[in-house]
């Protein structure tokens, strides 16, 4: 008696198949980039450094507050958001000498000379219910504040806008404008 073959598929390019499946595949879709905020970090402190304490005189510091419902405070008072930059704005260039506004130290800027420098810091506080859109709306508001200020000292002296400068005045203008924006611990400033 003859034995009886059975029938089966031939599956030997299956595995090429689906290799070229999967290749196809890797090549024509795209993978979501995450974004966030743009922030460069002081490098590390050396081990053998001091720490020093340093004082910042009150009237050097505006603090910013944001509270569990998306409120905002600049210094003692509740203010919107679209006045935010300019109140950072007066509050860093201090136009009219007002002794409750930051200081300004003259310093030598290495290839512009004698620059007046405001003391000033932004500290910013939120509340660990601030939602993330009012969050990142004030940090945008803060870093508009300073662009501006950056862009005018370079209109002012050197006829071009910060990013058309090239990088050593771009480096005057970030000694001249510096970008101070402290941001403490989130904590409860609901009652604030």
């Known amino acids: 008696m003859a034995s009886k073959k059975t029938p089966s598929l031939n599956t030997s390019s299956t595995a090429d198949i689906a290799f070229l499946l999967l290749c196809y595949f890797l090549m024509t879709t795209t993978m979501d980039q995450h974004t966030g905020l743009q922030r ?3 490098p590390m402190p050396d081990k053998n450094q ?4 340093q004082k910042v005189n009150r009237r050097n510091i505006i603090i910013v507050k944001i509270n569990s419902a ?4 600049a210094g003692n008072e509740a203010l919107d958001i679209s006045l935010l930059k300019d109140k950072v704005k007066e509050f ?22 004698q620059y007046p ?4 810091v932004i500290s910013l506080q939120n509340d660990r219910g601030t939602s ?14 300073i662009n501006e200020l950056r862009d005018q000292f370079a209109l002012q002296h050197f006829g071009k806008t910060f990013l058309k400068l090239s990088d050593d005045q771009q480096t005057i203008v970030k000694k ?11 904590k409860n400033v609901a009652n604030q």
């Open 40 to 42: 460069r970090l002081p």
């Open 50 to 53: 001091k720490i020093e304490n």
């Open 70 to 73: 998306d409120r905002l405070f």
């Open 92 to 113: 860093m260039t201090n136009p009219n000498n007002d002794p409750s506004m930051p200081e300004k130290e003259m310093t030598d800027i290495q290839g512009f000379g």
């Open 117 to 120: 420098v405001s003391k000033g």
């Open 132 to 145: 993330y859109q009012a969050y990142i709306s004030v940090q945008n508001e803060l870093v508009k504040a």
């Open 176 to 186: 001249a404008i510096p970008q101070n924006i402290s941001e403490a611990e989130p």
